[in-house]
């Protein structure tokens, strides 16, 4: 059974930094890819980066504070974020996704980043 959970989260100050990790376990198969998301209230679930063969993707305004990482051999990844605001408060959560003929999404329960003084 596919497990992904995050680590990391917490209250920071603006102007801060957090770094998260998310480790996922339990397939057969190589993760295609690995990436962040996060969910402020009363908003949509919305992407801040994924990794995918070496290669990173960014969600719209995302790039430049935070940054994505990752241990292909071990299924980790990180997200280290940088200078946060407290918009950036939310529930930021991991996704695994296996391609074997469709696509299935791991999705962990998520941890909360809290920008605030």
């Known amino acids: 059974q596919v497990q992904v959970v995050e680590s990391g989260g917490g209250l920071v100050q603006p102007g801060g930094s957090l770094r998260l990790t998310c480790v996922a376990s339990g397939s057969s198969y190589t993760f295609y890819s690995m990436g962040w998301y996060r969910q402020a209230p009363g908003k949509e679930r919305e992407l801040v980066a994924s990794l995918s063969g070496g290669s990173a993707d960014y969600g719209d305004s995302m790039m430049g504070r935070f940054t994505i990482s990752g241990d292909n051999a071990r299924n980790v990844i990180y997200l280290q974020m940088n200078n946060l605001i407290p918009e950036d408060t939310a529930v930021y959560f991991c996704?695994?996704?296996?391609?074997?003929?469709?696509?299935?999404?791991?999705w962990g329960q998520g941890t909360q980043v809290t920008v605030s003084s």
């Open positions: 996704k695994a996704r296996v391609i074997t003929g469709h696509a299935f999404d791991y």
